[in-house]
């Protein structure tokens, strides 16, 4: 079992949609959480960090469930310019050494 | 605004060649990263440096070597390439500290191995 999952999509939605991915992490120790964000042909980009008590910024929601281990985006509003591939990111101890990358949701909003 | 260069976007190389992948980073960052990037697979970490001269092998090192000879510059060797070498590598740069989770990326490096 992969330490990070995420189901690949691809997402199609409608601009305007709301649409949400979730990420699995298999190590009940893994401390902090993310989610990146990376276009086509781009290199990643932090798009937000995931807290304890979940998180808002703008449209976007980041949603953390211990229990269940599993980290959630939900983006409001979708806008083309949303389009891209979100990737979920996992640090299971302190160390940078230890971030883990899933291999990303793709996203496609269509006009 | 923190800026990370490779020094190639695309590379074509035949098998049994050293590749020498460079990346430079100017905001001082301690961390720096060489991940390859295959579809399906995500992000894998090839190696990890945390000072000038100081390096970890990551989850895929075989085949792979580096250098930091300075603290701004990090470079990934591939030996002898090998065609299951091709993929896109690459390079970021973070702040030390605990739970960072930011990670400034290079725009990568596309290797095909013929």
């Known amino acids: 079992r992969k330490e990070v999952e995420q189901d690949p999509g691809p997402f199609n939605v409608p601009e305007g949609a709301t649409v949400a991915f979730n990420c699995t992490y298999s190590?009940?120790?893994?401390?902090?959480f993310f989610w990146y964000r990376q276009d086509c042909r781009k290199e990643p980009k932090l798009l937000m960090s995931?807290?304890?008590s979940g998180n808002e910024d703008g449209r976007f929601t980041a949603q953390l469930n211990r229990a269940s281990q599993y980290i959630s985006l939900l983006i409001r509003d979708s806008k083309l310019s949303d389009s891209a591939t979100y990737l979920c990111v996992v640090i299971v101890s302190g160390s940078a050494r230890q971030l883990t990358f899933g291999s990303g949701t793709q996203l496609t909003v269509l006009p | 605004d923190v800026k990370v260069t490779q020094s190639s976007r695309y590379l074509v190389k035949r098998t049994g060649e050293k590749v020498f992948l460079e990346c430079v980073q100017d905001m001082d960052h301690e961390n720096m990263f060489w991940y390859r990037q295959d579809p399906g697979l995500g992000l894998r970490l090839i190696y990890f440096?945390?000072?000038?001269?100081?390096?970890e092998k990551g989850d895929i090192p075989e085949g792979y070597s580096v250098s930091r000879e300075k603290k701004e510059r990090f470079s990934l060797i591939l030996e002898s390439a090998s065609t299951n070498q091709t993929s896109m590598y690459l390079c970021?740069?973070?702040?030390?500290?605990?739970?960072?989770?930011?990670?400034?990326f290079g725009e990568g490096s596309r290797l095909t191995v013929l």
């Open positions: 190590n009940s120790a893994s401390q902090s």
């Open positions: 995931v807290y304890s």
């Open positions: 970021a740069s973070s702040l030390p500290g605990t739970n960072t989770g930011e990670l400034f």
């Open positions: 440096s945390y000072d000038v001269k100081m390096k």
